[in-house]
């Protein structure tokens, strides 16, 4: 006996049609992947480098940063992973100015490879920097203070649009926004440091890092290392900083995130002065961290965080 069917067997109907579901859900999956522009990939060294460069281009980088919170770059030196991430970035951004001193010979040779390369303090004006005492050198941390650290935002957005010319407009639309808020950000310091009497700015820190925080805002900065931390302090340098604490009757000193705190501590036992707390120097803190409204994963919250230690500290 034959059987005669008339249409398709429902079970056959049933798997085409669960085909053709997943046929158009892939096809529109696609679709919307392929609308979707890649992000620029920045790798950044410090994790203020990487801040700048999120500031600057938002929604269409993807920014990842060497050095994490507590990580010293004068003594950092790139691991093979690094290698890997710097050479598959679109972009490479460093402080410069010997900051990263043992990766300078790395940037140079990928830059040389084709790789795009760039110092974030390349285009300051010479004349705004704090020269050291080794010649034709200057000191590094300019992003302490606040309105030369603006000054390295167009720079970042020069390259990003170098890469990503479509999104040009909202990269120095982002730009001016990041300049006018770091702007603000340097006029609450100046008020906020007002509450120190000028006979008490003196800020005594691990390593010499906070030179243009001084010479911005008022502060006499004295440091038991120098501008880098590759060479430690010896006896001599101990002895002189506690007779220098102990004249001028300075009230607090101030131990550094990523500088190892036994020199200064003994120091401060011998002095007899209180420890005004720990600042953030070559590293911003954890993210997801707050100093009040601030995270201190951000630039922003880790210059808020620091001056307001050292006032309440100092005043």
Known sequence: M???????????????????????????????????????????TTGMVADLARG????????????????????????????????RADLILYNGLHLEGRMQETFERLSRSGRRVRAVTDGLNRARLIRTGTEGLHDPHVWFDVRLWADCVDGVARELMALRPASEGQFQARAALLRDRWIDLDRWARGRVAAVPESRRILVTSHDAFGYFGRAY???VVALQGISTVTEAGLADMTQLTDFIRTRGVPAVFIESSVSPAGLERIRKDAGVKLGGELFSDALGTPGEKHGDFDLGTYEGMIRRNVDRIVEGLK
């Not at 053709?20 to 790798?43: D, I, T």
């Not at 600057?56 to 890997?84: C, E, I, N, Q, R």
């Open 218 to 220: 008022g502060f006499q």
């Open 2 to 44: 034959r059987w005669k069917f008339e249409g398709a067997c429902p079970l056959v109907g049933f798997r085409r049609g669960l085909a053709l579901m997943y046929f158009f859900w892939f096809s529109a999956l696609m679709a919307l992947s392929a609308g979707q522009e890649v992000k620029v990939s920045v790798c950044a």
């Open 56 to 87: 600057v281009g938002g929604d269409a980088v993807a920014v990842h940063a060497l050095m994490g919170p507590g990580v010293d770059p004068h003594l950092y030196k790139a691991t093979a992973s690094d290698l890997v991430r710097l050479q």
